[in-house]
């Protein structure tokens, strides 16, 4: 299968990811995400989560604050 293929087959899901602000390399922290809430609903502090995560997954406190923002935005799809 070409790349092609595979945007062409998924077009519509990737045109409503960009719509939402979705960005390419979202997937990618989807477990950090997860980590975040179980953190979270285990009360532990958002700073400490920050620190912990960005540790753990090897990216900046800035980066892991970014993903946090953008993954709990809640997305409102525009009726046609």
Same mark, same amino acid.
Do not use: Q, W
């Given at each position: ?14 045109? #409503?990811? *960009?719509?939402? $602000? ?7 922290? @989807? ?7 179980? +953190? ?12 912990? #995560?960005? *540790?753990?997954? $090897? ?7 970014? @993903? ?7 997305? +409102?799809?525009?009726a046609?």
């Amino acid at each position: 299968m070409t790349l092609f293929e595979i945007l062409n087959l998924n077009k519509e899901l990737l045109e #409503l990811l *960009a719509e939402m $602000g979705s960005k390419p390399d979202d997937y990618k922290y @989807i477990s950090l995400y997860k980590e975040y809430e179980k +953190m979270r609903n285990t009360g532990d502090k958002v700073t400490y989560c920050v620190t912990v #995560l960005s *540790a753990r997954h $090897g990216v900046c406190e800035r980066k892991v604050y970014e @993903i946090i923002g953008r993954f709990k935005k809640k997305c +409102m799809h525009h009726a046609v």
